[in-house]
């Protein structure tokens, strides 16, 4: 089983940056992708960026050039770093590791709202 837990969100202003964080505990050694999701009020929640074991990245379209994933492994962290934000960029942000069996684990989610 792994846990995960975020932080980082908040309020910013449009054309702001924030940072979040995911820390990982539990069986970390099986896990083999993690990224982050979110969802936004009324929505269905959708993917955003993803990192594999290799350091492999993928992005949404609507994030590409904008947002970073990356992957601390000793600290047992993934981190997204959010530039250039948009009002539509409002939503919770999930923290989502896969495993190399193929389960998944969720965060509790952090909360993103970007002013227009």
């Known amino acids: 089983q792994v846990q995960l837990v975020e932080s980082g969100g908040g309020l910013v202003q449009g054309g702001g940056s924030l940072r979040l964080s995911c820390v990982a505990s539990?069986?970390?050694?099986?896990?083999?992708?993690m990224g982050w999701y979110r969802q936004a009020p009324g929505k269905q929640r959708e993917l955003v960026a993803t990192?594999?074991?290799?350091?492999?990245?993928n992005y949404a379209d609507s994030v590409k050039g904008r947002f970073t994933i990356s992957r601390d492994n000793p600290k047992k962290t993934v981190y997204l770093q959010m530039n250039s934000l948009k009002p539509e960029d409002t939503a919770v942000y999930y923290c989502?590791?896969?495993?190399?069996?193929?389960?998944?684990?969720w965060g509790q989610g952090t909360q993103v709202i970007v002013s227009s």
């Open positions: 539990g069986i970390i050694f099986s896990i083999n992708a």
């Open positions: 989502n590791a896969v495993a190399y069996t193929g389960t998944g684990s």
């Open positions: 990192i594999n074991a290799g350091g492999r990245t």
